[in-house]
């Protein structure tokens, strides 16, 4: 089992940048892909970014290529998306989530709480 928490979160105003991180318990995480995922009230989740167990393949939702950039330290067990150029539209609750990559049709099972991204304009 893993347990995720996101920190990183906050206030900014657009143009700016934010750098999230995804926290996981565990000693198994590199075999844990991890995406990111985010939020807004009345909307449905919207995939960011997601990351494979080895940190070979990343993989952008259409919105964010260019501006996001996702990496992993397994040494960390952490998962990071750094987020450049922010635009007052990505405002919302960013979850990270992890899937065991050595269970065939799996899904993400394990999610973290959320953290809180504003971006004023």
């Known amino acids: 089992q893993v347990q995720l928490v996101e920190s990183g979160g906050g206030l900014v105003v657009a143009g700016g940048s934010l750098r999230l991180s995804c926290a996981a318990s565990g000693r198994t995480f590199s075999r844990y892909a991890i995406g990111w995922f985010r939020q807004v009230p009345g909307k449905e989740r919207e995939f960011v970014a997601s990351i494979s167990g080895s940190g070979g393949s990343l993989y952008y939702g259409g919105s964010v290529k260019g501006r996001f950039a996702i990496s992993r330290d397994n040494g960390k067990n952490t998962v990071y998306l750094q987020m450049n150029s922010l635009k007052p539209e990505v405002t919302a609750v960013y979850y990270c989530?992890?899937?065991?990559?050595?269970?065939?049709?799996?899904?993400?099972?394990?999610w973290g709480q959320g953290t809180q991204v504003t971006v004023s304009s």
């Open positions: 989530a992890a899937r065991n990559e050595r269970l065939p049709n799996t899904g993400y099972d394990y």
